[in-house]
Nanobody, 126 residues
Framework: QVQLVESGGGSVQAGGSLRLSCTVS????????MGWFRQAPGKEREIVAA????????YYADFMRGRATLSRDDARNTVYLEMNSLQPEDTAVYYC???????????????????WGQGTQVTVSS
C-alpha cells in the first residue's frame, strides 16, 4: 500500500515562501514520477511541478516557473516543493502525487498519477 503524506502548508503574506514536503511509504520511491498539483475552490486541479523517475526531467507550470524548486531526497523517500514570491492567486490545496510506473508520457495530467496525498492548504494573503 503506497501512502503519501504532505506537510509544510500554511498561511503567508504575499511575497513569502513555503517549502512543502511529501513523504512516500509502501513501495520503492525512486522508480516513479512525482508531481505536485493544486486545486483552488471552484477550479480544476492543475499541475504545479513534476519530476520523472530519474530526476533528470523536471517540469514547472508557467505560473510557477522561476518561483519554485522541485527536489527529492531518495534516502528520506521525500520530495520537496519550495515556493517563493507567493501571491494570493497561489492560494489552494496542494497535493502530492505519484505514478504507478516509471514511465509516464507527459508528467502533467492528473490521470497519469495513481497515488495521491491528502493535500495541504496554502493560503497567501495580500
Amino acid at each position: 500500500q503506497v501512502q503519501l503524506v504532505e506537510s509544510g502548508g500554511g498561511s503567508v503574506q504575499a511575497g513569502g515562501s513555503l517549502r512543502l514536503s511529501c513523504t512516500v511509504s509502501g513501495r520503492t520511491f525512486s522508480v516513479c514520477a512525482m508531481g505536485w498539483f493544486r486545486q483552488a475552490p471552484g477550479k480544476e486541479r492543475e499541475i504545479v511541478a513534476a519530476m520523472d523517475w530519474s530526476g533528470g526531467n523536471i517540469y514547472y507550470a508557467d505560473f510557477m516557473r522561476g518561483r519554485a524548486t522541485l527536489s527529492r531526497d531518495d534516502a528520506r523517500n521525500t520530495v520537496y516543493l519550495e515556493m517563493n514570491s507567493l501571491q494570493p492567486e497561489d492560494t489552494a490545496v496542494y497535493y502530492c502525487a505519484r505514478t504507478r510506473f516509471a514511465y509516464t508520457p507527459t508528467l502533467i495530467t492528473t490521470r497519469e498519477y495513481e497515488y495521491w496525498g491528502q493535500g495541504t492548504q496554502v493560503t497567501v494573503s495580500s
